[in-house]
């Protein structure tokens, strides 16, 4: 019986032709180059990260500026007339800036041939990432795994200490790297393409063509096949986004895979923080009869940030399996390497159970791989007495022999005398140079995050932060839905705060609107015994006449000095919300749907369910304008003290920023200067950015165009 379920622990199932292990990046790099090279309809390219400047090919006398991956892309479209080459790469923050190559949408879009199409990809919840690793070429042959097509990730098996070719495309050597990636043929190489062209659609809206089968697979020339004629399966973890359900089809394939274990599960890992793995593992250990589990893990994470967090993480979810390993069947290592200070940093994706299962893909054993990035992993799964129990054992005897610097079939000799997996390890692991050393689990940590953090979700996230589920309810399933209108909207208010504040320094009205006369009028307005009530009378009519608040605010901003401004602005907007919610609540329900139409019942499902947070997000999305959701609030008569609450929490920050760009505005025109210029230039960028990503966010995904 198969351990792969379609529809539960497998997205789908489907027949390669051929498929093979590529252990570490130099025999990915070649291979992938082999079969971009004779693709002849397209080149799919999902990524975490990609850097045009790469050498595909290295040393051999190949000359590296010939191999770089954007010269290799541009030359093969120009080469090919019916080529076309799509790449979606995660649209990352601006965090690892410094590790990445400078404006790749300027090398990977506008630089290069125009059958190449570029798009950074954000469609996720906000502290996710796009994690898949994907190349799709002809959508005949795929590749997929840990290894994407950037810096500091190409490396031999024999992971020199001092290999020449290993170097980032600014020159500077990094060390050892290992990962492994799975190069397959057929229907298999088919799904992931339509995994690619699903999300392609997801990110911009449109879908593309998927081209007529070629007439010769694009299987690279020099790479052998491990496996002939398989099913396998192909697994996701998709976080809930935009109406779309969670995936956890990875989470559950690696539960199930330790729980079939009979005698051995290998794990290779970059991160050990997965509370749901963790427990299986757990769960494992405390039988009495039960499988060998060798973890192996980098000595130490990558930046003090990651050793702060994810290595805090581990070294309590290693404690935690050391505390159930009764039965001493447990052994973790770092791959060590003949210089005693370098480790080789693991960066591999891998589980093997038996000779039943292997999983190789891109998801790490963590919280946010088994939940809340994008994530895909391919899966071979043994029937009785067939060929892919051998392949399967092939490639574990394939890495431990790389691990502990072995022949093969002297890993495969042992392995037959000993007949445990931790005895043969340990039977051949040496004292010094390459081998497989013992993990301490109480390194010294820069910080000891999980200790100052005690909600590790924090720091290792399961599922999107309150406010993005809360915007994921008022996201909008429209197909093709356009942003323009609302950032048009917010554009037109500031045009007339700036047409208003030109008409002050420019026109008749110069003469009389000096700042020193309106602030004499303010002031005198101030000294008036009912000046609140006319300045919140202006703010009462404007609410009943569906005046924008932000034009109200802004007006309010440019009238009085910003204290002054900014208090009377969120007064005058509480006071307008309170009237109109009165109003609503008078009116009742069936009156407001006339002028709300199908928004009330959705406005107001989700004011009920929240309280002050949802007033306050809504306070700052394009839902419906302000009046006419103080109607439907009424209408639905919500708790007023968490309507007011929200509203003045989600109105502030607003009000604030409105507030001084205004004044920044009129002193500018009034008093030429490039530091207030810049302020007030800065602010409306933030406004409009803010607008054009809120608005984005609640777009439904994109329809076929």
Same mark, same amino acid.
């Given at each position: 019986m198969t351990l792969l379920k379609e529809n539960d622990n497998c997205w789908c199932l489907a027949h390669a032709q051929k498929a093979a292990f590529l252990i570490d990046g130099a025999a990915y790099f070649s291979a992938v180059a082999d079969a971009m090279e004779q693709a002849k309809k397209t080149i799919f390219i999902a990524a975490w990260d990609i850097d045009s400047r790469i050498a595909l090919l290295r040393g051999n006398g190949v000359p590296?500026?010939?191999?770089?991956?954007?010269?290799?892309?541009?030359?093969?479209?120009?080469?090919? !007339?019916?080529?076309?080459?799509? *790449?979606?790469?995660?649209?990352?923050?601006?965090l690892y800036v410094r590790e990445r190559e400078w404006l790749p949408i300027l090398k990977l879009g506008w630089k290069t041939h125009g059958r190449i199409f570029y798009h950074q990809d954000d469609q996720h919840p906000v502290g996710a990432s796009q994690h898949q690793k994907l190349v799709v070429i002809d959508n005949q042959v795929a590749f997929c795994g840990g290894l994407d097509l950037t810096n500091?990730?190409?490396?031999?098996?024999?992971?020199?200490?001092?290999?020449?070719?290993?170097?980032?495309?600014?020159?500077?050597?990094?060390?050892?790297?290992?990962?492994?990636?799975? @190069?397959?043929?057929? #229907?298999?190489? #088919?799904?992931?393409?339509?995994?690619?062209?699903?999300?392609?659609?997801?990110?911009?809206?449109?879908?593309?063509?998927? !081209?007529k089968t070629a007439s010769a697979p694009p299987w690279p020339e020099n790479l052998p096949p491990d496996l002939l004629d398989i099913q396998m399966g192909i697994s996701r973890t998709l976080p809930a986004y935009k109406g779309r359900d969670q995936v956890l089809e990875v989470e559950t394939l690696y539960t199930d895979g330790i729980k079939a274990a009979e005698k051995a599960i290998y794990i290779e890992t970059q991160y050990l923080t997965s509370a749901k793995i963790a427990g299986a593992l757990e769960d494992s250990l405390s039988q009495e009869q039960g499988p060998d589990i060798c973890i192996v893990l980098p000595r130490e994470s990558s930046g003090w940030l990651e050793q702060s967090t994810m290595d805090s993480i581990r070294a309590r979810v290693l404690k935690q399996l050391s505390a159930a390993d009764d039965h001493h069947r447990l052994q973790v290592f770092y791959p060590a390497l003949d210089d005693e200070k370098t480790a080789l940093y693991v960066h591999a994706k891998l589980m093997i159970v038996d000779d039943r299962l292997a999983l190789i893909g891109s998801a790490n054993v963590s919280n946010r791989s088994m939940r809340f990035d994008s994530e895909c992993v391919l899966a071979v799964a043994a029937k #009785?007495?067939?060929?892919?129990?051998?392949?399967?054992?092939? /490639?574990?005897?394939?890495?431990?022999?790389?691990?502990?610097?072995?022949?093969?079939?002297?890993?495969?000799?042992?392995?037959?005398?000993?007949?445990?997996?931790?005895?043969? *390890?340990?039977?051949?692991?040496?004292?010094?140079?390459?081998?497989?050393q013992k993990l301490a689990f109480d390194q010294a940590l820069p910080v000891d995050g999980a200790a100052i953090v005690r909600d590790h979700e924090l720091l290792d996230p399961e599922t999107p932060i309150a406010f993005d589920r809360m915007m994921d309810r008022f996201a909008r399933n429209e197909q093709g839905t356009s942003k323009m209108p609302q950032v048009m909207k917010l554009a037109g208010v500031l045009l007339i705060l700036l047409a208003l504040a030109a008409a002050w320094r420019w026109s008749p009205l110069a003469e009389w609107a000096t700042r020193e006369n309106l602030a004499a009028w303010a002031g005198k307005i101030k000294e008036q015994p009912l000046s609140f009530l006319i300045v919140l009378g202006g703010y009462i009519a404007g609410g009943f006449l569906?005046?924008?608040?932000?034009?109200?605010?802004?007006?309010?901003?440019?009238?009085?000095?910003?204290?002054?401004?900014?208090?009377? @602005?969120?007064?005058?907007?509480?006071?307008?919300?309170?009237?109109?919610?009165?109003?609503?609540?008078?009116?009742?329900?069936?009156?407001?749907?006339?002028?709300?139409?199908?928004?009330?019942?959705?406005?107001?499902?989700?004011? @009920?369910?929240?309280?002050?947070?949802?007033?306050a997000l809504i306070r700052n999305i394009p839902v419906a304008p302000f009046s006419l959701v103080n109607l439907i609030a009424g209408a639905s008569h919500i708790k007023?003290?968490?309507?007011? /609450?929200?509203?003045?929490?989600?109105?502030?920050?607003?009000?604030?920023?409105?507030?001084?760009?205004?004044?920044?505005?009129?002193?500018?025109?009034?008093?030429?200067?490039?530091?207030?210029? /810049? *302020?007030?230039?800065a602010l409306a960028v933030v406004m409009i950015a803010g607008n054009v990503w809120v608005t984005k966010r609640l777009s439904g995904k994109g329809g076929k165009k």
């Open positions: 590296d500026d010939q191999t770089d991956l954007g010269a290799f892309l541009n030359d093969k479209v120009k080469r090919t !007339p019916e080529l076309h080459v799509y *790449i979606l790469n995660w649209d990352f923050p601006m500091s990730r190409w490396d031999t098996p024999e992971h020199r200490l001092d290999d020449p070719r290993r170097t980032t495309p600014d020159g500077e050597a990094y060390p050892p790297f290992h990962d492994i990636q799975m @190069a397959v043929q057929g #229907e298999a190489a #088919e799904k992931l393409g339509q995994l690619f062209t699903d999300r392609w659609q997801w990110a911009t809206g449109y879908s593309i063509a998927l !081209p #009785e007495d067939d060929s892919v129990g051998e392949a399967i054992l092939s /490639l574990r005897n394939r890495l431990l022999a790389e691990h502990l610097d072995k022949p093969v079939d002297g890993v495969v000799k042992v392995f037959a005398r000993q007949g445990a997996m931790n005895q043969t *390890i340990a039977s051949l692991s040496e004292s010094s140079g390459r081998r497989l569906m005046v924008p608040v932000t034009l109200l605010v802004g007006v309010t901003a440019m009238v009085f000095d910003p204290v002054m401004g900014a208090l009377y @602005a969120l007064s005058g907007c509480l006071v307008s919300a309170l009237t109109t919610f009165w109003a609503g609540a008078g009116l009742g329900k069936q009156m407001v749907r006339k002028v709300a139409g199908k928004k009330l019942n959705h406005i107001s499902r989700q004011m @009920a369910r929240q309280g002050i947070l949802t007033v007023l003290k968490d309507y007011l /609450l929200g509203t003045a929490a989600g109105m502030l920050p607003g009000i604030l920023v409105i507030t001084i760009f205004a004044d920044r505005l009129l002193h500018t025109i009034q008093h030429p200067g490039w530091v207030n210029g /810049l *302020i007030a230039a």
